[in-house]
């Protein structure tokens, strides 16, 4: 593990798992082919389901968590809690994407999955 990045820290920034400083995406999820500081192939990554599982786990349960308080503290009206779960469950999974998608594939690259030392 000398000399090695955190996968937790190159993950959720979005860097390059093997030297930390690349850039991971391309576009908003798109993985770059290469890393252009150290040329690490990183074009086959696919971290699958996994993001969104968990991000329909943390998010889910803060917005449902926080309805329910206000809704047994304030009884809202139904268009209020729209008006406000929605929108912030929307921002909470955009927000969770890019970084949970770039962690898993970090904590991939860290335990020498096979698809990252494939030749060709």
């Known amino acids: 593990m000398t000399g090695e990045p955190s996968p937790i820290t190159t993950g959720l920034l979005g860097r390059c798992p093997a030297c930390g400083r690349g850039r991971l995406f391309a576009g908003f999820l798109e993985v770059v082919p290469s890393c252009r500081c150290c040329g690490t192939a990183l074009g086959g990554q696919d971290s699958g389901d996994g993001p969104v599982a968990f991000i329909i786990m943390i998010a889910g349960g803060l917005v449902v968590g ?13 268009w209020l809690h729209m008006a406000v779960w929605l929108p912030l469950a929307v921002v909470l999974c955009l927000g969770l994407l890019r970084p949970l998608k770039g962690l898993l594939i970090a904590l991939q690259y860290r335990h020498r999955r ?7």
Not at 66 to 78: F, T
């Open 114 to 120: 096979t698809d990252f030392h494939a030749d060709g």
């Open 66 to 78: 926080a309805a329910l308080v206000v809704e047994v503290k304030h009884a809202w009206p139904l």
